[in-house]
């Protein structure tokens, strides 16, 4: 038996722009921050809209300065659906790397690591193929922003 090659079809760029961190402190797992998601975009061929404020990344930051992501939040399309978006995932590198990330400094993302899988969902039927799909996406942390590329498993 033969089983099928996984592929990456690129859906769309999503731009999450962000707050300051709300510094919730040291805890038994990492130091809890909370990042309040603003607004943005989600621009591609199968996938575009604004993303709605409201949202926000519950993550944590552990001793090795690695972070682990889990966001909210809500799109609507540019033709009225509602997709809510939920990602899990994490960013580490060498400890400059992240210090320069952590101040607000411009770092080329292929110098750390910062994957994340994504669960789309929509009651839409036009969107109906975002809840029976699997979401992988590659991203880079900007000042005041997380932009990455979704794609999809195919």
Do not use: C, K, N
């Not at 682990?68 to 060498?94: E, F, N």
């Not at 400059?96 to 929509?122: I, M, N």
């Not at 109906?128 to 996406?137: E, G, H, I, P, S």
């Amino acid at each position: 038996m033969e089983l099928p090659e996984l592929e990456l079809e690129r859906i769309a760029r999503v731009h999450v722009e962000l707050d300051d961190a709300l510094q919730v402190g040291p805890t038994a797992r990492g130091v809890r921050r909370v990042v309040p998601i603003t607004g943005g975009r989600i621009d591609g061929d199968r996938l575009r809209g604004e993303i709605l404020p409201g949202g926000a990344d519950w993550q944590l930051v552990h001793d090795d300065g690695s972070t682990t992501i889990d966001t909210r939040y809500t799109a609507r399309t540019d033709d009225g659906a509602l997709v809510y978006l939920a990602t899990s995932g994490v960013r580490h590198g060498t400890a400059d790397v992240l210090r320069r990330v952590a101040a607000g400094e411009a770092v080329d993302p292929r110098e750390y690591y910062f994957r994340l899988g994504v669960r789309l969902e929509s009651g839409d039927e036009r969107y109906a193929w975002l809840t029976r799909t699997l979401f992988v996406a590659s991203a880079a942390r900007l000042v005041d922003a997380v932009a990455y590329d979704l794609y999809a498993l195919a």
